[in-house]
């Protein structure tokens, strides 16, 4: 695992040391990475300015950008490493921040995703398995949102909820198109 230090640079936390990582670091096991959240925070301004480019959120207040922002970590995602695999069970959402990703279907190319889109919402409410694999074509910079944080998020805002089930609704529509279900 990865761990990010005060000073930005990354270091090795071994295994044995997780349990004892101090409350300020987020362990992400099924994503083998360790976020300090102090060193990875950006500014406030800077972390909504970036949710606001997202279209899921662009309509967003700025309270609303802020109760995102809160909960989103951001974490940098190495080239040709699978972010999210086919039938995996979801555990965040994810929001591409800058970089490209291709997605797979049974090996198969189905689109590319880029700065501003975004994936997880689905499995995360429905609770079924990740329908594609995530495999970033250059290095990704992302913004985390665990399942916990975003539940928590549609359940304090209606119109955050409104956003991301209508966006939900084009996705499963655009999903049934490509694996030819209509």
Same mark, same amino acid.
């Given at each position: 695992?990865?761990?990010?230090?005060?000073?930005?640079?990354?270091?090795?936390?071994?295994?044995?040391?997780?349990?004892?990582?101090?409350?300020?670091?987020?362990?992400?096991?099924?994503?083998?990475?360790?976020?300090?959240?102090?060193?990875?925070?950006?500014?406030?301004?800077?972390?909504?300015?970036?949710?606001?480019?997202?279209?899921?959120?662009?309509?967003?207040?700025?309270?609303?950008?802020?109760?995102?922002?809160?909960?989103?970590?951001? &974490?940098?995602?190495? @080239?040709? $490493?699978?972010?999210?695999?086919?039938?995996? !069970? %979801?555990?965040?959402?994810? #929001? /591409?921040? =800058?970089?490209?990703?291709?997605?797979?279907?049974?090996?198969?190319?189905?689109?590319?995703?880029?700065?501003?889109?975004?994936?997880?919402?689905?499995? &995360?409410?429905?609770? @079924?398995? $990740?329908?594609?694999?995530?495999?970033?074509? !250059? %290095?990704?910079?992302?913004? #985390? /949102?665990? =399942?916990?944080?975003?539940?928590?998020?549609?359940?304090?805002?209606?119109?955050?909820?409104?956003?991301?089930?209508?966006?939900?609704?084009?996705?499963?529509?655009?999903?049934?198109?490509?694996?030819?279900?209509?």
């Amino acid at each position: 695992m990865l761990a990010e230090t005060r000073y930005g640079k990354r270091r090795a936390l071994p295994a044995h040391r997780w349990y004892c990582a101090p409350r300020s670091v987020r362990v992400y096991h099924h994503l083998d990475v360790v976020i300090d959240s102090p060193s990875m925070r950006l500014h406030k301004d800077a972390k909504m300015e970036m949710l606001h480019r997202v279209p899921l959120f662009r309509e967003c207040s700025k309270q609303q950008l802020r109760s995102v922002a809160s909960v989103a970590d951001e &974490l940098d995602w190495p @080239q040709g $490493r699978p972010i999210a695999r086919q039938g995996e !069970s %979801p555990r965040e959402f994810i #929001v /591409i921040v =800058e970089g490209t990703a291709d997605v797979t279907i049974d090996s198969t190319k189905v689109g590319t995703l880029g700065a501003g889109d975004f994936f997880g919402e689905m499995s &995360l409410l429905t609770q @079924q398995p $990740r329908i594609a694999t995530v495999t970033p074509m !250059s %290095p990704l910079r992302v913004l #985390v /949102i665990t =399942e916990r944080a975003f539940s928590g998020l549609l359940r304090s805002d209606s119109a955050i909820q409104r956003k991301v089930l209508a966006a939900v609704a084009a996705r499963a529509a655009a999903n049934d198109l490509i694996l030819g279900k209509q």
